[in-house]
C-alpha cells in the first residue's frame, strides 16, 4: 500500500491540534525561503527572516486557507513582507546616522566587554597611583577631578 504525503493545507490543519505537524512544512520549504530571502538581502539577514517567516506562520496558521494546497505562495509573501520592513528598518537607520552621525544601536556586547575589562585593568592603574599620593596631595586631586 503506498503512503501518500500530506499536502501543505493538511499539514496546517493537523498542526492545529498537533503543533509538530508544522514542522513538515518547514522542512519542505525553508531552503527555499532562505534562498529567496538571501538573493535579496544576503545571507545574514535570510537566516532571521527565513525563521521569522515560519514564526510568524506558524503564529497565524489558523487565520490559513485551507483550501489552498500548497502553502509556498503564502511563506513568499509573509517573507516578502517581513524583507519590505527590514528594508524601512534599514532606511531608518541610515537616516539618523546621516542626520546626527551617531550609531543609534548600541555597542556590540563584546566591545562592551573589551571596553569593562580595559576599564578595570585602568582603575587598577589609577587605584595604585592614587594610593602612592601623599594625602593632601590626593585630597586636591580628587577635589579638582571632581569640579571637572
Known sequence: METLEADDAELIRRSHDDP???AGLFDRY??????????????????DIAAETFL??????????????????WLYGIATTLMARHRRGEERFLRALSRTGVDPLPEPMADAVVGRVAAQEEDRRLA???AG??????????LVAGAI
Open 128 to 130: 595604585g597611583a592614587l
Open 56 to 73: 510568524t506562520a506558524f503564529r497565524r496558521r489558523a487565520s490559513y486557507d485551507v483550501t489552498q494546497r500548497l502553502a509556498r505562495p
Open 133 to 142: 599620593l601623599s594625602q593632601g596631595d590626593r585630597d586636591v586631586l580628587l
Open 30 to 47: 525553508i531552503q527555499q525561503i532562505h534562498r529567496y530571502v538571501a538573493r535579496r538581502l544576503g545571507t545574514q539577514a535570510a537566516d
Open 20 to 22: 509538530e505537524q508544522f
